[in-house]
């Protein structure tokens, strides 16, 4: 039994709402998965086959390569012919257009002979057939050879080098009039230009169908793969016949994707999947880790990146973008490490890759990479105090990942240098486990943003907190110096038994700094800050002066809100007594007042018990520094009696009964705490006091 998972008997509403939690997360994740079958193989003409043997599960066809069917499309387009209509009326239209222009002219100007010529030569260009300039640079364009010209029912082909253009019959009409005759700029003065239109006009629905007809004529494919073939087997070398059948597959497989009940099973496998994986994430969370379950912010932040990295993944092969290993997964246990533990972040990561890997058909070397690059990760952030270890953990695991990433390759007889095309390794996947690498810097920047959003306190943040010269801790060592010494030596006899019994040295090293930051309000009432043997608690009533101790609780709380403390500091400051009673003032008052029933509750502190063991280390702590101020004579026996006794009274009024600390870890902080303070105190000398009684009741009130 982990020593975090307390027994709890789960009620059905507790075992319904993870239910409900585990279904909607199933639900997200299958809804984002891919469901047709492209996959992100990693297919190299010339090199060998990565994975298992593949066999055809359903008959396709072997589709052709687009430089295939391009081939095949130009070789067709020598016979495709476009329909032109003729239109005969505008032969006669444009001659009876030239000759009512050509009458009013003088014979001085122009002799009959210039009007029987040109008249000769509109006949030639429309007997050989005008096209428009647009349609003869798109017929050159298409390479055709031939048109079909038709006119009624009938229809003949013509050779392209057969037809005039405008541009070209207007050439025609002036070609020859160089002569004694005839003088081109007369000819050319006529504008005869208006006389050339196209008595060919391109029938587009006519062309259409007849390239269609054509292109039926193409078969797009070459050959058939049958149910059950063999294709290719783990380590054969992948031909270009391969390559083309595999693509062939693929494309089979995605417009067969929505025909068929085989679309249902697809979801119903990844949903069993899913919900496996899921399954046992709980499951272990409830075996081993029932605090995280319980922790509101806990279990949003699992949930969050459990769902945001195979939603990630999903979308880069859903819209076939760059390959999923350009997503720096190692940011999950990186995060859980940070602000949790490592086993949660191991199993959480392992979980989380293999729900990405579902979107994969082949995942052996994604499972793998990531698996190790994830164990790297957690094992060079064993205690993040520093940003600078951020660079340093995304440098290791991108050398890692690359190093295992070639591993893979040589394994499967892939060559770095040297080797032909067919047997390099394919450098680019490296870039992305690179860039993948860079984009893991941003790690820091996003864990300043999940500290503000889900309420969490990295090391980093208790690192900076615990500068002593923070506002804080500045006013702390000025104005209450005594309190800020009491509280250094907390945090080292705290920190210390921490390190020992396996808790968080840091955190409970800074709540030990802020616990007591309250005593600013009145440090004058608190002994460590009385000088001169002066106690002003002498003049006050006894419930007055417990209202002004414990309010230092209370007090503290609010200047650490004002200040936006982390909440894990604040709870410190909360819990350091517990709910104790402030016993010098309450024994003080039943013995002035012998007939009175006295109510403890204005002598108790109104904080919770310690709710972890770092803030039961902190109570213990605590009280044992503060009263071994007072002792008259420090030596082995007299500290370890002052220990026990402390320590054995808050067991006994039930102080850590809602926190996992055992009496082992009790028994190891006692033992740290009496080492301690034999260290600190062994060269001490114990004078005559004039104030002794004075100075024992005092440190009493501090509590």
């Given at each position: 039994?982990?020593?975090?998972?307390?027994?709890?008997?789960?009620?059905?509403?507790?075992?319904l709402?993870?239910?409900?939690?585990?279904?909607v997360a199933?639900?997200?994740?299958?809804?984002?998965?891919?469901?047709?079958?492209?996959?992100?193989?990693?297919?190299?003409v010339?090199?060998p086959?990565?994975?298992?043997?593949f066999?055809?599960?359903?008959?396709?066809?072997i589709?052709?390569?687009?430089?295939?069917?391009?081939?095949?499309?130009?070789?067709?387009?020598?016979?495709?012919?476009?329909?032109?209509?003729?239109q005969?009326?505008t032969?006669?239209?444009?001659?009876?257009?030239?000759?009512?222009?050509?009458?009013p002219?003088?014979?001085?100007d122009?002799?009959?002979?210039?009007?029987?010529?040109i008249e000769?030569?509109?006949?030639?260009?429309?007997?050989?057939?005008?096209?428009?300039?647009?349609?003869?640079?798109?017929?050159?364009?298409?390479?055709?050879?031939?048109?079909?010209?038709f006119?009624?029912?009938?229809?003949?082909?013509?050779?392209?080098?057969?037809?005039l253009?405008?541009?070209?019959?207007?050439?025609?009409l002036?070609a020859?009039?160089d002569?004694?005759?005839?003088?081109?700029?007369?000819v050319?003065?006529?504008?005869l230009?208006?006389?050339?239109?196209?008595?060919?006009?391109f029938?587009?629905?006519?062309?259409?169908?007849?390239w269609?007809?054509?292109?039926?004529?193409l078969?797009?494919?070459?050959?058939?793969?049958?149910?059950?073939?063999?294709?290719?087997?783990?380590?054969?070398?992948?031909?270009?016949?391969?390559?083309?059948?595999?693509?062939?597959y693929?494309?089979?497989?995605?417009?067969?994707?929505n025909?068929?009940?085989?679309?249902?099973?697809?979801?119903?496998?990844?949903?069993?999947?899913?919900g496996?994986i899921?399954?046992?994430?709980?499951?272990f969370?409830?075996?081993?880790?029932?605090?995280?379950i319980r922790n509101?912010?806990s279990?949003?932040?699992?949930?969050?990146?459990?769902?945001?990295?195979?939603?990630?993944?999903?979308f880069?092969?859903r819209?076939?973008?760059l390959?999923?290993?350009?997503?720096?997964?190692?940011?999950?246990?990186?995060?859980?490490?940070?602000f949790?533990?490592?086993?949660?972040?191991?199993?959480?990561h392992?979980?989380?890759i293999?729900?990405?890997?579902?979107?994969l058909r082949?995942p052996?070397e994604?499972l793998?990479?990531?698996?190790?690059?994830?164990?790297?990760?957690?094992?060079?952030?064993?205690e993040?105090?520093?940003?600078?270890?951020?660079?340093?953990?995304?440098?290791?695991v991108?050398?890692?990942?690359?190093?295992?990433?070639?591993?893979i390759?040589?394994?499967?007889?892939?060559?770095p240098?040297?080797?032909?095309?067919m047997?390099?390794i394919?450098?680019?996947?490296?870039?992305?486990?690179?860039?993948s690498?860079?984009?893991?810097?941003?790690?820091?920047?996003?864990?300043?943003l999940?500290?503000?959003?889900?309420?969490?306190?990295?090391?980093?943040?208790l690192?900076e907190l615990?500068?002593?010269n923070?506002?804080?801790?500045?006013?702390l060592?000025?104005e209450?110096?005594?309190t800020?010494?009491?509280s250094?030596?907390?945090?080292?006899?705290?920190a210390?038994?921490?390190?020992?019994i396996g808790?968080?040295?840091?955190?409970?090293?800074?709540g030990?700094?802020?616990?007591?930051i309250g005593?600013?309000?009145?440090p004058?009432?608190?002994?460590?800050n009385?000088?001169?043997?002066?106690n002003?608690?002498?003049?006050?009533d006894?419930?007055?002066?417990?209202?002004?101790?414990?309010?230092h609780?209370?007090?503290?709380?609010q200047?650490?809100?004002?200040?936006?403390?982390?909440s894990?500091?604040?709870?410190?400051?909360s819990?350091?007594?517990?709910?104790?009673?402030?016993k010098?003032f309450y024994?003080?008052?039943?013995?002035?007042?012998?007939?009175e029933?006295?109510?403890?509750?204005?002598?108790?502190?109104?904080g919770?018990?310690?709710?972890?063991?770092?803030q039961?280390?902190?109570?213990?702590?605590?009280?044992?520094?503060?009263?071994?101020?007072?002792?008259?004579?420090?030596?082995e026996?007299?500290?370890g009696?002052?220990?026990d006794?402390?320590?054995?009274?808050?067991?006994?009024?039930?102080?850590?009964?809602e926190?996992?600390?055992?009496?082992?870890d009790?028994?190891?902080?006692?033992?740290?705490?009496?080492e301690?303070?034999?260290?600190?105190?062994?060269t001490r000398?114990s004078?005559?006091?004039?104030?002794?009684?004075?100075?024992?009741?005092?440190?009493?009130?501090?509590?």
């Amino acid at each position: 039994m982990s020593r975090y998972n307390k027994p709890v008997d789960l009620t059905w509403r507790d075992i319904l709402a993870q239910a409900a939690v585990v279904a909607v997360a199933i639900f997200i994740i299958v809804w984002f998965l891919p469901r047709d079958e492209r996959t992100n193989l990693h297919i190299d003409v010339g090199r060998p086959w990565l994975y298992s043997q593949f066999i055809a599960p359903f008959d396709f066809p072997i589709f052709k390569t687009d430089e295939q069917l391009k081939q095949e499309r130009d070789s067709i387009r020598k016979l495709y012919e476009p329909y032109f209509e003729l239109q005969e009326d505008t032969e006669s239209e444009e001659l009876t257009h030239f000759r009512n222009d050509f009458r009013p002219m003088t014979v001085e100007d122009l002799s009959p002979s210039y009007r029987i010529y040109i008249e000769e030569r509109l006949h030639a260009i429309y007997g050989r057939g005008i096209i428009s300039n647009a349609d003869h640079q798109r017929l050159l364009e298409d390479s055709c050879r031939a048109i079909r010209i038709f006119h009624g029912t009938t229809a003949q082909a013509k050779s392209v080098s057969g037809l005039l253009s405008q541009k070209a019959a207007y050439e025609y009409l002036l070609a020859g009039t160089d002569s004694a005759e005839l003088s081109r700029p007369k000819v050319g003065s006529l504008n005869l230009n208006r006389y050339v239109r196209p008595n060919l006009v391109f029938d587009e629905a006519k062309s259409i169908e007849q390239w269609e007809a054509l292109e039926n004529t193409l078969s797009p494919s070459s050959g058939m793969v049958l149910a059950g073939q063999s294709v290719i087997d783990r380590g054969e070398i992948v031909s270009e016949k391969t390559y083309q059948i595999m693509q062939s597959y693929e494309r089979a497989s995605s417009a067969r994707k929505n025909t068929s009940r085989e679309n249902h099973l697809i979801i119903l496998g990844q949903t069993l999947c899913v919900g496996i994986i899921l399954i046992c994430l709980a499951v272990f969370f409830n075996l081993f880790r029932m605090d995280y379950i319980r922790n509101g912010q806990s279990i949003t932040l699992l949930i969050t990146l459990v769902l945001s990295f195979p939603l990630m993944a999903s979308f880069l092969i859903r819209h076939t973008m760059l390959s999923v290993y350009i997503i720096p997964y190692t940011m999950l246990p990186i995060f859980i490490r940070v602000f949790m533990d490592s086993r949660t972040a191991f199993i959480t990561h392992v979980a989380t890759i293999a729900l990405c890997s579902l979107s994969l058909r082949y995942p052996f070397e994604f499972l793998s990479t990531q698996c190790v690059a994830g164990l790297i990760a957690i094992y060079s952030l064993r205690e993040l105090s520093e940003r600078s270890q951020i660079i340093r953990t995304a440098i290791l695991v991108t050398a890692v990942t690359l190093l295992f990433f070639l591993s893979i390759d040589l394994m499967h007889g892939r060559t770095p240098l040297g080797g032909d095309s067919m047997t390099t390794i394919d450098w680019s996947l490296y870039k992305h486990i690179i860039l993948s690498g860079v984009l893991l810097l941003f790690a820091y920047p996003f864990m300043a943003l999940l500290e503000r959003v889900f309420g969490f306190t990295s090391n980093v943040t208790l690192v900076e907190l615990s500068n002593i010269n923070r506002d804080l801790l500045r006013r702390l060592s000025e104005e209450a110096p005594g309190t800020f010494q009491h509280s250094m030596q907390v945090a080292n006899l705290a920190a210390e038994a921490a390190r020992k019994i396996g808790a968080k040295i840091q955190l409970v090293r800074t709540g030990a700094l802020y616990h007591d930051i309250g005593k600013l309000q009145n440090p004058a009432f608190f002994t460590e800050n009385q000088l001169g043997g002066i106690n002003p608690h002498q003049k006050l009533d006894a419930r007055e002066s417990a209202r002004i101790i414990i309010n230092h609780v209370i007090d503290g709380e609010q200047m650490a809100e004002k200040e936006h403390l982390p909440s894990a500091i604040i709870d410190f400051i909360s819990t350091h007594h517990g709910h104790g009673i402030v016993k010098y003032f309450y024994v003080s008052y039943k013995n002035q007042h012998p007939r009175e029933d006295v109510d403890p509750a204005p002598f108790t502190y109104p904080g919770r018990n310690p709710q972890t063991s770092e803030q039961a280390i902190l109570m213990m702590a605590d009280a044992v520094e503060a009263s071994a101020r007072s002792l008259k004579e420090y030596n082995e026996e007299s500290i370890g009696e002052l220990v026990d006794r402390i320590i054995d009274a808050q067991v006994n009024d039930g102080m850590f009964v809602e926190s996992p600390i055992t009496f082992l870890d009790i028994k190891t902080a006692k033992e740290v705490f009496k080492e301690k303070l034999m260290t600190i105190y062994h060269t001490r000398i114990s004078y005559p006091m004039l104030h002794e009684t004075n100075d024992s009741q005092s440190g009493s009130t501090s509590k």
